[in-house]
């Protein structure tokens, strides 16, 4: 049985007394819930004040990136090392907005999500289609091609640490949800893939998250499917109502 796993992208919003503000009522908020995995991934300069908050709690933080190489020359990145060092458990990869408008390609993501395994750190690895490879009946073909690229040289074991979370682009921060029939034709599309690559095991152990205009009235539904495992929320990530809604749907 996989545990349903709610993490929330905050992107590039707010301020520092914003989301101290955020993570405190969440913290509250998600003080007696035992039965989902909740996560929330800050701007990398309000991480290290989030983490604070969120230290000994039941949310769990994450980075919206990282780098893979270990330390050095590389201006403007963040290591790993450092992302464990204030207390990050997950970091998202291969987020479509890192794919399409900074341009990040499988290769790079998948040096990325080796590295943040072997630092201890959880991938959580974003696939999606744009929509006119949709509109071109080529969504599958994105999605493997996504897969084999950016988990390229995983072992199984590996697998344990890595949670997946399908995001079709034209759905995100648009308003306009996939049905969840569309989702779970993909996520089963993803979970077949998984047992081919990995076996049978990893694959049922496999979390796999929606994303995209992801809210309280719409979560049910989605996350009611056998393959889909919990969401990835952007928008709805900003608010605690908002986000907890989405959390207590899900249970
Ligand atoms: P929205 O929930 O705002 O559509 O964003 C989804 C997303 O990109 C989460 O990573």
Not at 100 to 127: D, F, Q, S
Not at 173 to 196: C, S
């Amino acid at each position: 049985m996989r545990r349903p796993f709610i993490a929330g992208n905050w992107k590039m919003n707010m301020d520092k007394a914003g989301a101290v503000a955020l993570a405190q009522g969440l913290v509250e908020a998600c003080k007696d819930i035992a039965d989902v995995d909740v996560a929330i991934c800050p701007p990398f300069v309000y991480l290290d004040a989030v983490c604070q908050v969120c230290k000994g709690t039941n949310v769990a933080v994450g980075a919206e990136n990282c780098y893979f190489e270990d330390n050095g020359a590389f201006t403007g990145e963040i290591s790993v090392a450092m992302l464990k060092d204030i207390g990050a458990t997950y970091v998202i990869l291969g987020h479509s907005e890192r794919r399409n408008i900074i341009g990040e390609c499988n290769e790079l993501i998948n040096k990325k999500v080796k590295k943040a395994l072997a630092g201890g750190l959880k991938p959580i690895l974003c696939i999606g289609e744009l929509l006119e490879t949709r509109k071109a009946g080529k969504t599958m073909d994105v999605i493997k091609d996504q897969l084999e690229g950016s988990l390229a040289d995983l072992t199984a074991e590996d697998m344990a640490n890595v949670t997946l979370a399908y995001e079709p682009v034209w759905a995100i921060g648009t308003g306009e949800v996939a049905t969840p029939e569309q989702a779970e034709e993909v996520h089963a599309f993803v979970r077949d893939w998984l047992t081919n690559r990995f076996g049978a095991e990893v694959a049922q152990n496999t979390r796999i998250q929606y994303g995209g205009s992801v809210k309280a009235s719409n979560a049910q539904g989605l996350i009611g499917k056998e393959d889909i495992d919990g969401a990835l929320v952007g928008g709805a990530s900003l608010k605690v109502d908002a986000f907890m809604g989405i959390i207590n749907n899900c249970r």
